[in-house]
């Protein structure tokens, strides 16, 4: 099942929240504008009505007749000339009038029309006619028996809500959009809170178990912070218990190891000659053994081990290395060279690359010592340090060079070694930011060993690739 992103689950979350906001506001406004000008439109009705009364009162101060159905002033004018009409029409385009003189109809705004079905009341009415929703508003005069009303189509209120409304979509678009950009902006500026603890516990080394300090957090990280504060006391006391046994169990078996190496010695000084070569062997099983243990140790220790961050001369910690690797070798064993022949310095952990480099440099001395050679090469570049350690041995088969940093492989070489010795290197690496990489010598049989050493702030998961960086 695919996963989605927390940050993507809450943004869909709160845009269908800010949409059914948005939806329901469009709803308010709509009932809004749908009462204000219904409200406004009456009160055009009864401004019209008057507007008309007021059109009338010179002729009904002066008297009234009724001739043809019309009334008409004493003076034989009727009350609402053709001008009056139209100049009321100008005023009010989308409104009708209708006058009644006793109940009958005795003039009107153009013909027809749903005058027959206007309420023949005073004050403001609901009808429909024609199929369409009307509104009207019924004036009573000063005059006795005159009514005068004015009616409007509902469709023209309906018109005004939707052009009004229509007028608010664009800004309300514009603002919903607007409310989504700082929205995504806002969980992305949240959310850089999750990245930056994600990356501050990356940067961390194993043995890096300081508690994190809840004041450089946001206040809703506090229960998160506890937790993992929590959960790095419980790994250094795990830690603690760790290295005590694994230092309590390597002087256990050293001890018993060295008594047992120092009698077969004096016992092979002292017996038969034909003792000897039973007694030399049991001396080299001790000898794996102890060495076994030293490894093993060593791997126990790296995952307990600080990084001490100082200046190295890198070329001066190789010499040392190389000297304590062919100190108990035959003179003429093994010719070493070392390039540049320099001051070489890099900002490291001496005591993690002294591991590495003692692991690999061992690992050619013991497995390759018939080559009879030995070439190391330091490559300083801007952000990281290349140590490459090359032997004319017999190499290392491609295909088993992935799992020759696993502890305990030999692969098919007949080796009497640990089968730590890569394992210890890729592990002491991996904790100074670097990388461990097996290849062919180019230059002829052999292999070639490329170690980089990269920022130790930034540690990347020991391992081996079959290929150096390019």
Not at 38 to 44: H, I, L, M, V, Y
Not at 85 to 95: H, K, L, N, P
Not at 242 to 250: G, P, R, S, Y
Not at 396 to 421: K, N, Y
Request: charged share 20%; net charge neutral; with cysteine.
């Amino acid at each position: 099942m695919k996963r989605s992103s927390l940050s993507l689950q809450l943004y869909r979350r709160v845009l269908l929240l800010l949409g059914l906001t948005g939806l329901a506001i469009g709803a308010i406004l709509y009932l809004v504008a749908q009462r204000e000008i219904g409200n406004a439109s009456d009160a055009q009705l009864i401004s019209a009505a008057r507007l008309l009364e007021v059109m009338m009162q010179d002729e009904l101060t002066s008297g009234v007749l009724v001739r043809q159905n019309q009334i008409i002033a004493a003076d034989g004018n009727p009350l609402i000339s053709s001008e009056d009409a139209q100049a009321f029409q100008a005023s009010y385009d989308s409104c009708m009038f209708i006058v009644f003189w006793k109940g009958r109809i005795v003039t009107q705004s153009g013909e027809g029309g749903p005058a027959r079905l206007v309420p023949r009341r005073t004050g403001l009415h609901t009808f429909t006619a024609l199929g369409d929703q009307w509104r009207s508003f019924g004036l009573e005069g000063t005059t006795p028996g005159l009514l005068i009303v004015v009616a409007e189509r509902g469709g023209m209120r309906e018109f005004s809500i939707v052009r009004m409304l229509s007028e608010l979509a664009v800004p309300l678009v514009g603002l919903l959009l607007a409310a989504t950009m700082v929205l995504w902006w806002t969980l992305h500026k949240g959310f850089a809170q999750v990245e930056r603890l994600a990356s501050t516990l990356n940067a961390r080394s194993l043995s890096d178990l300081e508690p994190l300090a809840p004041e450089e957090w946001p206040s809703d990280f506090g229960p998160i912070i506890s937790s993992l504060n929590r959960l790095f006391d419980r790994l250094g006391g795990a830690y603690e218990l760790e290295q005590a046994f694994t230092d309590d169990v390597a002087h256990e078996l050293r001890t018993p190891l060295a008594a047992i190496r120092a009698q077969a010695q004096m016992v092979r000084k002292l017996d038969a000659a034909a003792t000897c070569e039973d007694f030399s062997r049991l001396v080299a099983m001790v000898d794996r053994a102890h060495n076994l243990i030293e490894g093993m140790l060593v791997l126990a220790r790296l995952n307990a081990t600080s990084l001490a961050l100082r200046s190295v001369d890198v070329h001066a910690l190789v010499a040392d290395v190389v000297a304590d690797a062919l100190i108990n070798l035959p003179a003429d064993a093994m010719e070493c060279s070392v390039t540049p022949d320099h001051v070489v310095r890099w900002n490291c952990d001496a005591a993690l690359l002294q591991i590495a480099l003692a692991a690999v440099i061992g690992n050619a001395t013991r497995h390759a010592r018939e080559g009879g050679r030995l070439d190391i090469a330091l490559v300083r570049g801007e952000d990281r340090l290349v140590v490459t350690v090359a032997d004319r041995g017999p190499g290392i088969a491609r295909s088993e060079r992935e799992r020759m940093t696993h502890r305990f492989e030999h692969g098919s070489l007949a080796t009497s070694g640990s089968g730590l010795g890569l394992s210890i290197a890729s592990k002491a690496l991996g904790l100074l930011g670097g990388s461990l990489w097996l290849k062919d010598r180019p230059d002829g049989s052999g292999l070639l060993v490329v170690m980089t050493i990269g920022q130790p702030l930034k540690p990347r998961r020991p391992g081996i690739r079959d290929e150096a960086p390019r």
